[in-house]
């Protein structure tokens, strides 16, 4: 299904495929809303784990260094292992002689056409290897939450969180939507304490402490994004490399 859908989007480019893939994942998560005897539908599905991850195992019967060895902790190093080996395979691949192809395309696709690279077939593949890490991606994150509907893996909000961590971190590297999640992350978690001491320190202003209220931690967060985007357009890891250079 992936390798299908992307033969019928590959055949347009730039901001048109980018549109076309936002219009099937929006299609995917009306399906799996209104298809209720596989998915349930808008109210998801509930499901059980094996016992080693639920929160009444234990590992050890006593605190060890002030850790609790219990069935959250083997679940959060499970997800952590499964992330490294797919984030090593992405490199691998990068790395391999197909990555240098896609590379080539990437660079002048007409040039690798001319090579004799069927330039269709490999950007083919490189969608259906993405759509497959990202199903293992969306199967973790059902396990961490123990439920899965379309809200908590389709929903518009995470394709904009996702669409965020690339550009923040930067496109065209691996190690860039890494540390563009970090940043995400960490606004989401102190965004708002830290607009919280600013609205206290502004206090007996006019406007500002309404301006800094930590309810308003989402316009900050996109002041960030703009920001981010008119002074680093290449994100945090491609300024840093062109910096290197």
């Not at 969306?138 to 669409?163: C, H, K, W």
């Not at 102190?190 to 320190?201: F, I, N, T």
Request: hydrophobic fraction near 55%.
């Amino acid at each position: 299904l992936a390798g299908l859908i992307a033969l019928l989007s590959l055949r347009v480019q730039k901001i048109f495929f980018s549109m076309i893939t936002l219009a099937v994942a929006s299609l995917a998560g009306i399906v799996a809303a209104q298809w209720r005897d596989v998915t349930g539908g808008e109210d998801g599905l509930t499901f059980s784990l094996p016992a080693a991850l639920g929160p009444g195992f234990r590992l050890l019967q006593e605190p060890f260094l002030g850790v609790r060895f219990d069935g959250r902790l083997v679940t959060y190093y499970l997800i952590f292992a499964v992330c490294l080996v797919l984030f090593g395979l992405m490199l691998r691949i990068v790395n391999s002689p197909f990555g240098r192809v896609l590379l080539a395309i990437r660079e002048n696709e007409f040039r690798a056409e001319a090579l004799g690279y069927r330039t269709v077939i490999y950007r083919t593949i490189a969608s259906a290897q993405a759509a497959a890490i990202a199903a293992v991606a969306g199967g973790l994150m059902a396990i961490l939450l123990r439920y899965n509907g379309p809200q908590s893996t389709l929903s518009f909000e995470i394709m904009v969180d996702i669409l965020l961590m690339v550009v923040i971190g930067g496109m065209g590297t691996l190690y860039g939507p890494a540390l563009g999640a970090t940043v995400i992350v960490l606004a989401q978690y102190y965004l708002q304490p830290g607009l919280q001491a600013a609205s206290d320190a502004a206090a007996g202003w006019p406007v500002l402490p309404q301006l800094f209220h930590p309810d308003r931690w989402l316009l900050w967060l996109g002041v960030l994004f703009i920001l981010i985007v008119y002074f680093l357009p290449a994100g945090l890891i491609g300024t840093l490399r062109r910096r290197m250079r």
